[in-house]
Nanobody, 117 residues
Framework: QVQLVESGGGLVQAGGSLRLSCAAS????????MGWYRQAPGKQRELVAS???????NYADSVKGRFTISRDNAKNTVYLQMNSLKPEDTALYYC???????????WGQGTQVTVSS
C-alpha cells in the first residue's frame, strides 16, 4: 500500500512563496502521473497541477504562471513551487496519483497553506 506524506505548508503573506513536497513509499511511483490537489473550507477538492511520468505538466487556470510542479523519481517525491501566493490559495494541499479512470492511492494528511492579506 502506497503512503503519501505531504510537507512544506505554512503561513505566508500575500505575494510570498512556499515549496511543498510529497514523498511516496513504494517502487511504483515513477510510472504514475501525479497531481497536487487543494481543498478550501466548504469547497470541493480541486486539482491544481499535474505531471506525467515523463514530466509533462498541466495547471489549473487559477494557478497558471504562479505554481510549478516537478518530480524526482529517484526520491519518489513530487514538488509544488508556489510563488505570488494569494489569499485565495489558502487550503489544505494534497498530492496523489492520477491513475486510470481517476483512481488514486489512499490520501495523506495534507499540508496546510495559509496566505494572509
Amino acid at each position: 500500500q502506497v503512503q503519501l506524506v505531504e510537507s512544506g505548508g505554512g503561513l505566508v503573506q500575500a505575494g510570498g512563496s512556499l515549496r511543498l513536497s510529497c514523498a511516496a513509499s513504494g517502487s511504483i511511483f515513477s510510472i504514475n502521473a501525479m497531481g497536487w490537489y487543494r481543498q478550501a473550507p466548504g469547497k470541493q477538492r480541486e486539482l491544481v497541477a499535474s505531471i506525467t511520468s515523463l514530466g509533462s505538466t498541466n495547471y489549473a487556470d487559477s494557478v497558471k504562471g504562479r505554481f510549478t510542479i516537478s518530480r524526482d523519481n529517484a526520491k519518489n517525491t513530487v514538488y509544488l513551487q508556489m510563488n505570488s501566493l494569494k489569499p485565495e490559495d489558502t487550503a489544505l494541499y494534497y498530492c496523489n496519483r492520477i491513475g486510470p479512470g481517476g483512481s488514486s492511492w489512499p490520501w495523506g494528511q495534507g499540508t496546510q497553506v495559509t496566505v494572509s492579506s
